[in-house]
């Protein structure tokens, strides 16, 4: 803007020059220009310009560094809130949900929904509190720098908060079991899990890995999908809530694996959970 404004004038000198100073503007002349360019308006207005765009960019610096502490505040009560009542980062620290989930993958785990009465439902993939030690004799795994980033900000618990990870398989008031190595029944239907993982059978073909079980009301009976390779409820059957975990530790639902970015993708319930005769 400073060059077009000096360029105008400098046109507007010429144009003025030889006339006489009765005469006024020619058609298509800028009626704003005052007085003769080579007086002492020019210079000195156009050099107050200057500084005046100068001290309005040390204020707008000074600005900003005194709002920056109040913008960090902000940015982490919302980051605060997000992690409180919307969504939180976990890290997948095992193999016990194979395929469907990798050492070291991110989930964000919806924390809203339980907020509106929802629970969880069988097929959901869920992250909840150790409910009796089923970490007990486990190491804590030390947290990477990008971790520890996310947990500083509250998008991610600390690696002292003991969860788990499984997948829900039965909801207050059903009958699961397994017989043999053949498919998980549920209340008399047979499951079609092709999320299990390859060379696994859906039932382990062990003393824990054969059951019969009635899940109460208020609990969940969840399961890993790497069957032969997940501490699941199938085998905490001995300790105070008979292998069942109680819907009030349950963290939230899993809907997203957001990194690494090539394994990104949600986790939808199977359909072979949309069986009308698992309501009967």
Known sequence: MGDAAVGARSGGGDGWRG??????????????????????????EEDGGQGSRRGSSNQQVRSFWKELPLLVVIALVLALVIK????????????????TLQRGDRVLVDKLTPWFGAEPERGEVIVFHDPDNWLAGQPVEEPNAFQKVLTWV?????????DLIKRVIGVGGDTVECRGTGKVVVNGVALDEPYVFPGNTPCSDDDAGQFKVKVPEGYLWVMGDHRQ?????????EDAHKGMVPVDDVVGRAVVKAWPIDRWGTLPVPETFDQPALNK
Do not use: C, W
């Open 19 to 44: 006339r006489s100073p009765e005469a006024g503007p020619q058609e298509g002349e800028d009626v704003t220009h005052g007085s003769d360019p080579e007086g002492s308006g020019g210079a000195p």
């Open 84 to 99: 409180t009542f919307l969504l939180q980062a976990f890290s997948i620290p095992s193999d016990s949900m194979q395929n």
């Open 154 to 162: 509250g998008l991610m618990p600390s690696s002292e908060e003991r």
């Open 229 to 237: 390779n997940s501490k699941d409820s199938r085998y905490n059957q």
